[in-house]
């Protein structure tokens, strides 16, 4: 980690604006937690990608929160490339007046540098290929760094550092986990299989009911009746499970749910959009 965070800081020295890419479905779990140190006098552009797969009325709000605090951030999905060319416009907005400033000072046709900065599977390989559009040529080594940067050209005024900067995720509590575990950005194993899509199904019945419902068939009106049942909430929710379970043919010998299978059903779905678009974190 130290190691990781000393290049990063080496390589912050090159560079005039930072991009820091979070998971829209998870703006606040996908934040480094030091990435304010990290980042200390630096200009910075927040983006939210994966916005394809998070709900659309979040997105409208987490770029309020962003605007209100002041904090520049464009919404990208960088499957389809939406959100690249705004993101590519706001590099030069923010960099307009010093730029301004070093031409007046006779230096001209220096191009302003970025970087790429994001914790594991948000996205920062596939935005890096997006906004380079693949088929630029690097602009070559530059003398006078130790070790040798490849740079990427994005436009007659951009030019984009090569390796994105891994940050480690947070570790803040045991939601931040299951967060990062249901989007992909740790390692779901590292959490039991079952008990994250127990949290999954509480959180879409809670926030998500239709998607839920329309996604394995259920009867909306039993699934309220269950949940209307008075037994401890696990065991209603674990009954939802079963449910679902039930609907996906995840039955093994003496007719029982197969849970594991189920959860896996369930975590793969999410993950892949099939339950629709959802944000697990609200402003
Ligand atoms: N749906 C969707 N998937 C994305 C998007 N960006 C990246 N991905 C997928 O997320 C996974 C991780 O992407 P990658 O670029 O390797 O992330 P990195 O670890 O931050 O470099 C891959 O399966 C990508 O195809 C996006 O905007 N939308
Ligand atoms: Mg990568």
């Known amino acids: 980690m130290a190691k990781t965070i000393k290049q990063i800081q080496e390589d912050l020295k090159l560079i005039d604006i930072a991009i820091e890419i979070l998971d829209a479905r998870i703006p606040i779990s996908s934040q480094n937690p030091n990435i ?7 200009k910075k552009i927040v983006i939210l990608n994966k916005c394809d797969l998070s709900d659309e ?8 929160h962003f605007k209100r605090k002041g904090i520049e951030a464009v919404l990208t999905d960088s499957n389809s490339g939406r959100g690249i060319n705004e993101c590519i416009k706001k590099i030069e907005l923010i960099m307009e007046d010093k730029l301004e400033e070093q031409k007046l000072k006779g230096r001209v046709g220096r ?31 530059k003398p006078g760094v130790t070790r040798q940067k490849q740079w990427i050209r994005i436009n ?57 419902c329309e996604r394995y068939k259920l009867d909306g009106k039993y699934i309220e009746e269950i949940l209307q049942r008075d037994l401890p909430e696990n065991d209603n929710i674990y009954e939802i499970m079963q449910e679902i379970g039930k609907k996906r043919g995840c039955i093994i010998s003496g007719g029982n749910i197969d849970d594991e299978k189920t959860a896996k059903i369930m975590l793969d779905e999410f993950k ?8 697990l974190e609200e402003v």
């Open 57 to 64: 009325k979040q997105n409208d709000k987490w770029m309020e």
């Open 111 to 141: 191009k302003i540098r970025v970087m790429i900065l994001g914790i594991p599977n948000v996205g920062k390989s596939s935005f890096i290929n997006r906004i380079a559009k693949k088929t630029s040529a690097n602009v070559g080594n």
């Open 36 to 42: 304010a140190k990290i980042l200390e006098g630096k």
């Open 272 to 279: 892949n959009g099939k339950l629709g678009k959802i944000t």
């Open 156 to 212: 007659e005024k951009i030019e984009l550092l090569d390796t994105p900067g891994v940050l480690w995720p947070k570790f803040e509590s045991q939601q931040v986990g299951i967060n990062l575990a249901l989007t992909g950005s740790i390692k779901e194993e590292i959490l039991d299989k079952v008990e994250l899509s127990y949290n999954l199904t509480k959180f879409l019945l809670n926030k998500y009911k239709i998607n839920l």
